[in-house]
């Protein structure tokens, strides 16, 4: 069966500096999410992305976030300046279509130190 | 948007049927509900998801009562790897594909 895919499993980053965290969606599907997790705390939705644009994004994701997907197979998702409260897993999410039947991927868990 | 009550956590026991309830008493009446499931520090898992009509699929079934303010997962022979924690989503009807996660219910297997 089909998996989306996310690259690191863990990342280890100081305060201030930039992180990439990339997802590799299942090949036929073209609507792609990213949320959050901070440890003990519910998933939160940040943002949705279609024909190279964003579709929706929440009040967490600031200037500080940004996505792309630069090759048209990886789609990532850039924090520009880590903070401590970024600390979180971030999971990336995909769909063939709009709707709510996402396929999620095992997450990237960011800790910033 | 819908709101949704579901009990903190339940414990089944391992071979039973588990039936996990979810108040959504204001949803409207084009609103799915949306039913996943989060293994711990795993990614969230699309379970099953109705409108009005029961729903059964191969992990599950979903009854959605008539008035439609509330639903009931049912996983008809629960194992040790069921253990999760199970959300009920009710989709925002205003074209927002974006899943809103609750607390959900903690769902403990017992052998």
């Known amino acids: 069966e089909p998996e989306v895919t996310q690259t690191p499993s863990h990342q280890v980053t100081q305060m201030g500096q930039e992180v990439i965290l990339r997802c590799v969606p299942i090949?036929?599907?073209?609507?792609f999410y990213w949320y959050r997790q901070i440890l003990g705390q519910k998933v939160e939705f940040l943002v949705s992305?279609?024909?190279?644009?964003?579709?929706?994004k929440s009040e967490i994701f600031d200037d500080q976030f940004s996505v792309e997907r630069p090759d048209g197979s990886n789609f990532t998702l850039k924090i520009r300046s880590t903070k401590l409260e970024d600390s979180a897993m971030y999971f990336c999410?995909?769909?063939?279509?709009?709707?709510?039947?996402?396929?999620f991927g095992p997450g990237t868990r960011l800790t910033v130190t | 948007d819908a709101k949704t009550t579901q009990p903190p956590s339940m414990d089944c026991a391992e071979g039973r049927a588990a039936n996990l309830p979810c108040n959504h008493s204001?949803?409207?009446?084009?609103?799915?509900v949306y039913w996943y499931r989060q293994i711990h520090s795993q990614g969230p898992q699309y379970i099953i998801h109705?409108?009005?009509n029961n729903e059964t699929n191969e992990m599950a079934s979903l009854i959605i009562t008539e008035d439609r303010k509330s639903s009931t997962l049912i996983l008809p022979h629960a194992t040790l790897r069921d253990t999760a924690v199970y959300y009920c989503?009710?989709?925002?009807?205003?074209?927002?594909?974006?899943?809103?996660f609750g607390k959900g219910t903690k769902l403990s297997v017992i052998p």
């Open positions: 999410a995909t769909t063939k279509r709009t709707g709510y039947e996402q396929y």
């Open positions: 204001t949803i409207s009446g084009n609103e799915y």
């Open positions: 992305f279609y024909n190279n644009e964003i579709s929706e």
């Open positions: 989503i009710p989709d925002s009807g205003a074209g927002s594909y974006q899943l809103t």
């Open positions: 109705g409108l009005k």
């Open positions: 090949s036929n599907h073209l609507y």
